[in-house]
């Protein structure tokens, strides 16, 4: 299938005024053919000025090929469905609106997969910018909660439960048009904190014998803000986490139980592994780390707790 573009670089919005032109701009700064790409944002129901921003950009950039549209149904898993089906690139690419793609992402993601036919999603190393001083609290098993994705300095497949990160993930349409886009029941939404929709999406393809890689220098800088470490978010994400798994494997009742089975344990070892953190006199690691195991076995009995 011809398409108009080699690639569709997406950003999915929601009040992201301060970050989303930042975001924009980085894809358009790419040493790469401007002819060859398109830049479209989806705002998911903003109430900054975001949207005047985006109109701004456009009206002021004529020669780029840029667009944005307004996704009405709440949560990023239907913003970035949108992005999807809006896209006109052989690739979709997408970024966060408070990330910045770094040189060669644009490059390295067309290059690799026009190398490797059989790939259908790739995704790179995310570096977090803090804006912010990290908490006494703060250990690497929180790495996720502020975006750090980071697999290594060589190029990987990945077969198992690691996946890429929603904000440097690219796949190409045919991954969409075989599998499904989304699953929007599944994914933040306003301030709702459900997680999974991308290990839903990354099982759907893994499942379906597709191959799945990891760039180290298909990379991006994600911007952390103060909130990503207000207790009540980490609380609210870490049941987002087991929320979602609940809802994902839904009709699965044996998978339900090895999921329990697997939190519980993980909790388990979290307090035996935080002794070390209590050798070391730190003891706020060791208790927001059980917190948070404790947190998400919350959200997977209960998972209305996440989108509160």
């Avoid at 080699?6 to 009040?15: E, F, G, L």
Wanted: glycine letters at 10%; aromatic letters at 16%.
């Amino acid at each position: 299938m011809k398409y108009p573009y080699k690639v569709s670089a997406v950003i999915c919005s929601y009040n992201r005024a301060r970050f989303v032109i930042n975001a924009v701009e980085s894809i358009f700064r790419q040493d790469f053919d401007k002819r060859l790409y398109e830049v479209i944002v989806v705002d998911n129901n903003s109430t900054d000025n975001t949207l005047r921003l985006l109109e701004n950009f456009r009206a002021t950039h004529p020669q780029y090929n840029f667009k944005y549209f307004t996704e009405t149904n709440q949560g990023v898993s239907w913003a970035r469905t949108r992005c999807a089906k809006e896209a006109t690139g052989e690739i979709v690419a997408y970024l966060d609106d408070d990330s910045e793609a770094q040189p060669g992402w644009l490059a390295g993601i067309a290059s690799f997969f026009d190398g490797n036919p059989d790939v259908y999603s790739v995704g790179g190393r995310i570096i977090p910018r803090f804006l912010t001083n990290v908490p006494d609290w703060f250990s690497r098993y929180f790495f996720g909660l502020v975006g750090d994705f980071n697999l290594g300095d060589k190029v990987k497949r990945l077969t198992g439960e690691k996946y890429p990160c929603g904000a440097n993930m690219a796949f190409r349409q045919g991954a969409f048009k075989r599998i499904g886009y989304f699953n929007t029941a599944l994914g933040r939404s306003g301030k709702g904190l459900l997680a999974n929709e991308e290990k839903d999406i990354y099982k759907r393809i893994l499942e379906a014998g597709y191959k799945v890689y990891y760039l180290p220098d298909v990379s991006v800088i994600h911007a952390v803000e103060a909130n990503k470490f207000d207790v009540n978010y980490v609380k609210r994400h870490s049941m987002g986490i087991g929320g979602g798994e609940k809802l994902r494997l839904k009709g699965h009742p044996f998978s339900l139980i090895k999921k329990f089975v697997e939190y519980f344990a993980k909790w388990g070892y979290a307090i035996v592994y935080g002794i070390g953190f209590l050798v070391k006199g730190q003891w706020r690691r060791f208790y927001m780390l059980e917190r948070f195991r404790w947190w998400v076995i919350m959200g997977f009995l209960s998972p209305d707790g996440a989108t509160l």
